[in-house]
């Protein structure tokens, strides 16, 4: 018999991130999650910096794909403009994957230092 339980882990612990670049968040194993995704990000900016942020998939945590549909078009956003926050809580549509970690792409405003936790469902 499962059970489920609340999984909260830390990918990204004041993470500098530069203007007009694109980093990348620790990963994690992703094959244990059932249902809900969330993630709770916080980012400090001077000048109000604005991230977008999306999951990426690997089957293997080395080789990470950015998820696409028939189509193609693009899945796993997490937001597309996200302002300076002391902490904001998105619910978005997971990828299913065995890893997953987050792309974080700057727009060309400022520097900025980024948390970042995924929480999801994860049966045990």
């Known amino acids: 018999m499962s059970r489920s339980r609340i999984a909260v882990i830390q990918l990204a612990k004041a993470m500098a991130i530069v203007k ?3 980093v990348y968040t620790d990963s994690c194993k992703f094959n244990t999650a059932e249902g809900d995704v969330c ?3 916080a980012h400090v900016s001077a000048s109000g910096e604005n991230l977008a942020i999306s ?3 690997s089957i293997d945590d080395r080789t990470w794909y950015d998820p696409v549909n028939a189509t193609p078009a693009a899945l796993g956003s997490v937001a ?3 302002a300076a926050t002391a902490g ?3 619910s978005y549509t997971a990828v299913l994957a065995p890893y997953i970690r987050f792309k974080i792409v700057a727009a060309n405003t400022n520097d900025t230092v980024l948390e970042l936790k995924v929480i999801f469902r994860e049966e045990v």
């Open 80 to 82: 597309t403009a996200q």
């Open 88 to 90: 904001v809580y998105i």
């Open 20 to 22: 007009n670049t694109t």
């Open 39 to 41: 993630v709770w990000i």
């Open 55 to 57: 999951q990426q998939c």
